[in-house]
């Protein structure tokens, strides 16, 4: 059963899985899938994977411009985006075989994944796994989010958790801040993985809500960030944090708008 906080719920795993497909997905990871489609394209490949393919959207699109001849799978994150995923490509026609399962090494051509949600200490591990399944030769794609991202909310994080005396006076927003990697970490974290040829693209992508209380409310903010951002705090910590932020953002900003920066950031590589 979900946990309740004072006016915080911890959302199950369905519940995520239906609010990315209605939601995050069209705020948060479209941000990424376009930078992906206008710097890549994929038509030629004979065996295609894309790793945290989450509910199927952008699969589903790349399916339709790939030859009528080529394997694509996909791996959902969890059991509901599967399912979620799987009902779509029935619906589409788009012969896509969605799964959990773990690949042969050296199975594909081409492979695509989405870390935009995957932790900076866990990125490595995720990178090797994408090179792993790729064959020598083969194109293997990443993208996440790179330093500097999310700065105008750290900063107010910190000045929460400083006035309110949690997270040990403000360190555990410096921790946040110093874990996203810069663009030249995470290209070593492709050199690591045994990628070659590396190339970067990096977006600056600017997220808008009209106050304090749009923001934290919004599901991108409550149920996917937040967690984590928040996670050492008590539950009671959780919702005071989230409750002085709403005010603290509205007392900056006003009457106007608030805006946070993402970089969204795109790694493409050959295995070598």
Same mark, same amino acid.
């Given at each position: 059963?979900?946990?309740?906080?004072?006016?915080?719920?911890?959302?199950?795993? #369905?519940?995520?899985?239906?609010?990315?497909?209605?939601?995050?997905?069209?705020?948060?990871?479209?941000?990424?899938?376009?930078?992906?489609?206008?710097?890549?394209?994929?038509?030629?490949?004979?065996?295609?994977?894309?790793?945290?393919?989450?509910?199927?959207?952008?699969?589903?699109?790349?399916?339709?411009?790939?030859?009528?001849?080529?394997?694509?799978?996909?791996?959902?994150?969890?059991?509901?985006?599967?399912?979620?995923?799987?009902? #779509?490509?029935?619906?589409?026609?788009?012969?896509?075989?969605?799964?959990?399962?773990?690949?042969?090494?050296?199975?594909?051509?081409?492979?695509?994944?989405?870390?935009?949600?995957?932790?900076?200490?866990?990125?490595?591990?995720?990178?090797?796994?994408?090179?792993?399944?790729?064959?020598?030769?083969?194109?293997?794609?990443?993208?996440?989010?790179?330093?500097?991202?999310?700065?105008?909310?750290?900063?107010?994080?910190?000045?929460?958790?400083?006035?309110?005396?949690?997270?040990?006076?403000?360190?555990?927003?410096?921790?946040?801040?110093?874990?996203?990697?810069?663009?030249?970490?995470?290209?070593?974290?492709?050199?690591?993985?045994?990628?070659?040829?590396?190339?970067?693209?990096?977006?600056?992508?600017?997220?808008?809500?009209?106050?304090?209380?749009?923001?934290?409310?919004?599901?991108?903010?409550?149920?996917?960030?937040?967690?984590?951002?928040?996670?050492?705090?008590?539950?009671?910590?959780?919702?005071?944090?989230?409750?002085?932020?709403?005010?603290?953002?509205?007392?900056?900003?006003?009457?106007?708008?608030?805006?946070?920066?993402? #970089?969204?950031?795109?790694?493409?590589?050959?295995?070598?």
């Amino acid at each position: 059963m979900p946990i309740r906080f004072n006016n915080i719920m911890t959302k199950t795993q #369905k519940e995520l899985a239906f609010l990315r497909d209605l939601y995050v997905d069209d705020e948060w990871t479209r941000r990424f899938t376009e930078l992906v489609d206008k710097h890549l394209g994929f038509a030629d490949e004979r065996r295609f994977l894309y790793i945290n393919a989450g509910t199927g959207n952008h699969i589903i699109e790349l399916r339709r411009k790939m030859g009528r001849d080529a394997e694509v799978c996909a791996v959902c994150e969890n059991d509901d985006t599967l399912t979620i995923a799987r009902d #779509k490509g029935t619906a589409t026609k788009s012969a896509i075989d969605f799964s959990r399962r773990r690949f042969d090494d050296e199975s594909f051509d081409a492979v695509l994944a989405d870390a935009s949600f995957v932790r900076p200490e866990n990125l490595q591990s995720f990178v090797d796994e994408a090179a792993r399944v790729a064959e020598p030769g083969g194109r293997v794609a990443f993208f996440t989010v790179s330093a500097g991202s999310f700065g105008e909310v750290f900063s107010l994080l910190w000045e929460v958790f400083f006035n309110e005396d949690l997270g040990e006076h403000g360190a555990a927003a410096e921790r946040l801040i110093a874990e996203i990697p810069t663009v030249s970490q995470i290209e070593e974290t492709a050199a690591r993985a045994g990628l070659e040829d590396v190339e970067t693209h990096v977006a600056n992508e600017i997220f808008e809500y009209q106050n304090g209380a749009e923001f934290v409310a919004s599901p991108l903010v409550a149920d996917f960030l937040l967690p984590v951002w928040l996670e050492s705090l008590t539950d009671k910590q959780r919702a005071r944090a989230t409750k002085k932020l709403a005010e603290l953002v509205d007392a900056e900003d006003g009457s106007l708008t608030f805006r946070f920066t993402v #970089k969204a950031t795109l790694v493409v590589g050959e295995k070598a």
